[in-house]
């Protein structure tokens, strides 16, 4: 599997990407909004465009759709109950469906409810997983639920399915936000050696040549995902004084994402 990340730089900060099959050169583009970009990529990689993917149906997801199948015809794949809303949709997913693109590659869907409630994340079948996430999972955060989603799922996602995954899948998310949120893991476990040490780095990198994290990474940078953290549990406290002595996991994701919804 050949995996290309393409930098939109475009006010969102978006990630795109295009995964190929070596053998055969055919590519899935994922959330193709900077459709230009894209397209030359694969040109230049000589590989053919067959199908476009979006994580879930907000417009800087799905922007780049027409214009990618008036040039490629590509078949445009999205969440089965997003079909009214992610324009040129042409098939639906379910959890466990299994997306082939050429001879060997296979990306396996997640139904990963919370950002919005029609969002799938990608999965590899490959010796090291591959997570192309959306905005469910970012770098060191997590997706708000502004938009059509709610926490309470956004939490179930986490803790049932992505904090399960290998230790070792790396992460791909749609957007580029690892420096924001490595200071509100900072704000909110001002201890966090880990991420001490990465913002330099995340401050400094050309979004070009992004740094690509693991799941382990994100154990140790991600607040999201440090749900039991002493540290991260006390200066909950100062923020909510009505906390329980031994708060559940659930209870202190939700309260993270409120705060960080004001941050």
């Not at 800087?60 to 590509?74: E, I, K, L």
């Not at 502004?146 to 791909?172: C, M, S, V």
Request: proline share 6%; glycine share 6%; charged share 20%.
């Amino acid at each position: 599997m050949l995996v290309k990340q393409i930098w939109t730089g475009n006010s969102y900060r978006n990630f795109n990407y295009l995964v190929a099959c070596p053998d055969s050169g055919e590519a899935l583009a994922i959330d193709p909004l900077d459709h230009e970009k894209c397209l030359s990529a694969a040109r230049d990689a000589g590989w053919r465009i067959t199908q476009v993917l979006n994580t879930h149906e907000h417009g800087d997801h799905t922007g780049g759709n027409a214009a990618m199948v008036r040039a490629t015809a590509a078949h445009v794949l999205a969440h089965h109950k997003a079909k009214d809303k992610v324009p040129e949709m042409s098939q639906g997913l379910q959890a466990g469906d299994v997306i082939r693109i050429g001879l060997r590659v296979e990306l396996e869907v997640l139904d990963t409810p919370g950002h919005t409630m029609s969002h799938v994340c990608l999965l590899s079948h490959t010796d090291q997983p591959a997570l192309f996430c959306g905005d469910t999972l970012f770098n060191a955060g997590a997706g708000n639920c502004h938009n059509g989603g709610h926490p309470n799922e956004l939490y179930q996602t986490f803790a049932t399915q992505l904090a399960k995954l290998p230790d070792h899948t790396r992460i791909y998310p749609g957007h580029d936000y690892l420096a924001n949120n490595l200071r509100f893991t900072l704000d909110r476990e001002p201890d966090n050696t880990h991420a001490q040490q990465l913002l330099p780095q995340a401050q400094s990198q050309d979004p070009t040549q992004a740094l690509v994290t693991t799941l382990a990474m994100e154990k140790q940078i991600n607040t999201f995902f440090r749900l039991v953290s002493p540290s991260v549990v006390a200066r909950l406290r100062d923020a909510f004084p009505d906390l329980p002595d031994h708060p559940d996991p659930r209870t202190v994701f939700l309260r993270l994402r409120e705060l960080r919804n004001k941050w």
